[in-house]
């Protein structure tokens, strides 16, 4: 168990946990890449699909709809002809910049590591 600020425990750990939910929409990688993607801003879908590349159109509309249910992110309709619609990021999305930069960080210093891991592992 992990304290929280409280210093109560929180069960991170126990299967269908209220913890262990939260995590699991962060530890969706098309949801970490959207969230830093709309660290720089308010975006387009078609943006986001070009920057997060590999990501087909369904799975990040799907992506989107999900982290807007849990009020990471914020869905825009402008009133023009045609509609347009932009996403940015909410109050709680943004308290997740600087734990989703990290982590981004240490996987750019650390793929040489996990890739020569990879390979010793692959040769045995």
Not at 74 to 83: A, D, G
Not at 115 to 123: L, N
């Amino acid at each position: 168990m992990v304290p929280n600020s409280s210093g109560e425990a929180i069960g991170v750990f126990e299967a269908g946990g209220r913890s262990r939910r939260v995590l699991d929409l962060i530890a969706n990688r098309w949801a970490v890449l959207v969230i830093y993607a709309l660290s720089e801003g308010t975006k387009r879908h078609n943006r986001l699909q070009r920057e997060v590349e590999g990501i087909s159109q369904k799975m990040l509309t799907k992506t989107l709809r999900s982290l807007e249910r849990d009020g990471l992110i914020r869905r825009e309709v402008y009133p023009v002809v045609p509609p347009k619609v932009g996403y940015s990021l909410t109050p709680l999305g943004e308290s997740l910049i600087g734990i989703l930069t990290e982590l981004c960080k240490w996987a750019e210093e650390h793929i040489e590591e996990v890739e020569a891991a990879r390979a010793d592992y692959d040769a045995r």
